[in-house]
């Protein structure tokens, strides 16, 4: 994450908050390296977004946990992955978006000494004005994913604030479903590849998943500019089934 008041997270702030890591070797070398930010939700659970998970590798992607850095903690192994729209085929279901950040992992292990988030089930209009907080290993002002995990404090908005924004931001009118939250910060705060993933919290509880920024790639980064999550209530059912302990997926 890139703004003005991005700092380092100290020990046991989030216990929950971990690292999606692919395989990837360099000469001879095989390394780990971190794509996205994700979140343990039970012992042998994590959520993140649908854009993480898709890039997930079978014996190649690992969960790393208990750590505020990257060369430090534990990796464990994947048992399956699972996005919404698979679980809507599953359940002959049409979903009623084509786009739905937001997928499941389970873990091959169970992870015993690590605090799993909570979720925070709130209507959105409920959130705006209060602050928004979040952490993860994302790119760097340097354009460098940080080794340290990084959190920033922000300010949930309205989405018509929201679209508001965007529109002078871009120049396109562009809807944000209630299944969104929104974000930003004075002077700014935002989201970078490596953060995707990761939980937005309020009150120390997940209540959305980061999903993008506004900004295109030829604009620089402005204060105007926001960031958009996927919330957690709108997808409650696909939560609440994928993760029971009997349930499997392919």
């Known amino acids: 994450m890139v703004g ?3 700092r380092p997270a100290t020990f046991g702030q989030f216990p929950y908050i971990v690292s999606l890591m692919n395989l990837k070797t360099f000469g ?3 390394l780990y390296m971190h794509f996205c930010t994700a979140a343990l939700i039970s012992k042998c659970h994590v959520i993140s977004s649908a854009q993480c998970t898709e890039k997930i590798i079978k014996n190649e992607t690992k969960i790393h946990a208990g750590s505020l850095t990257l060369t430090n903690g534990r990796k464990y ?3 399956w992955w699972i996005n919404y729209n698979d679980w809507c085929q599953y359940k002959s279901r049409s979903p009623q ?4 950040d937001i997928g499941i992992i389970k873990i091959d292990s169970m992870i015993n000494d690590i605090r799993p988030g909570i979720f925070l ?3 959105n209009r409920d959130l705006y004005g209060k602050n928004a907080v979040i952490a993860g290993w994302g790119k760097n002002s340097n354009g460098n994913i940080s080794n340290s995990m990084m959190s920033a404090i922000l300010e949930f908005i309205s989405n018509e604030t929201c679209e508001l924004k965007i529109k002078y931001d871009i120049g396109k009118v562009i809807h944000i479903h209630e299944r969104y939250l929104c974000t930003s910060a004075y002077y700014y705060i935002l989201i970078q590849e490596g953060d995707y993933g990761g939980p937005v919290l309020s009150d120390d509880m997940i209540i959305g998943i980061n999903k993008e920024t506004n900004s ?3 604009i ?3 204060r105007r500019q ?5 919330g957690i209530t709108y997808y409650l059912d696909f939560i609440t089934e994928t993760t029971r302990y009997n349930f499997q997926w392919q």
């Open 220 to 222: 620089p980064i402005q």
């Open 121 to 123: 089930l709130s209507n």
């Open 28 to 30: 001879s070398v095989p």
């Open 77 to 79: 192994d994947i048992a």
């Open 4 to 6: 003005s008041n991005v």
């Open 226 to 230: 926001i960031n958009i999550h996927t």
């Open 216 to 218: 295109l790639s030829d």
């Open 97 to 100: 978006f084509e786009i739905n």
